[in-house]
């Protein structure tokens, strides 16, 4: 199994410009999440979905928006990238969203925006 | 969320048993202790929870004061694999997990 597969792995955007970050899963997992990472820093909650169709807001989700059209797939995207959005970016799922649900992460997406 | 504390850092030997503390003095009777850690440039990785009772498993023990209000993950014996940055935290409900700063850990050959 693959298990949470993020592309791309970096990317360069000058400010202004959009993308969209792919998270898939192939563990029929119903929950997934994105993360930032800033340097020297915790991860914190950008969005994250308790399931096909539905999306919910994050600690920090202003800039970002999110779609879950498909159970395996997680999109992130960027509509105006500015350059207080460079991070590195992990997407997650997991099977149960209850107290004992453990996340798979995947290996992380670098983007910097000049 | 409640709020966990740990150190920013922590050094081990090589071959030695590495204690991680966190203390969550604000812990309800619903949160679950969880442990993930995170080697350089890649996504965390869980490592172990708990609720009430000590834990074991393949990569560490999880040992839980008898009052909640502090935990410690053990590492039997320290590798240099081992070096990471571990986050301890409280997951209760169907909250999403939230991560501090978490604990750098240095194994020294």
């Known amino acids: 199994n693959a298990g949470v597969t993020q592309t791309p792995k970096f990317r360069v955007l000058k400010t202004g410009q959009s993308m969209t970050l792919l998270c898939a899963q192939d563990?029929?997992?119903?929950?997934m999440y994105w993360y930032r990472q800033d340097p020297g820093m915790g991860l914190r909650l950008i969005h994250y979905s308790v399931g096909e169709g539905t999306t919910a807001k994050g600690e920090v989700p202003d800039g970002y928006n999110v779609s879950r059209l498909k159970k395996q797939n997680f999109l992130l995207g960027l509509e105006s990238a500015a350059p207080s959005q460079t991070s590195v970016y992990f997407c997650?799922?997991?099977?149960?969203?209850?107290?004992?649900?453990?996340?798979?992460f995947g290996e992380g997406s670098r983007l910097t925006v000049l | 969320d409640a709020k966990t504390t740990q150190p920013n850092s922590m050094e081990s030997n090589e071959e030695e048993p590495v204690h991680l503390p966190c203390n969550h003095s604000t812990i309800s009777g619903t949160d679950y202790i969880h442990w993930y850690r995170q080697l350089p440039s890649q996504g965390p990785e869980y490592v172990i929870h708990g609720l009430t009772s000590n834990v074991n498993n393949r990569m560490a023990s999880l040992a839980i004061a008898e009052d909640r209000k502090s935990s410690t993950l053990i590492l039997h014996r320290a590798t240099l694999r081992d070096a990471a940055v571990y986050y301890c935290?409280?997951?209760?409900?169907?909250?999403?997990?939230?991560f501090g700063k978490g604990t750098r850990l240095s194994v020294i050959a």
């Open positions: 563990m029929n997992h119903e929950y």
């Open positions: 935290i409280l997951r209760g409900g169907n909250t999403p997990l939230v």
């Open positions: 997650a799922s997991s099977y149960w969203a209850g107290a004992v649900g453990e996340l798979f």
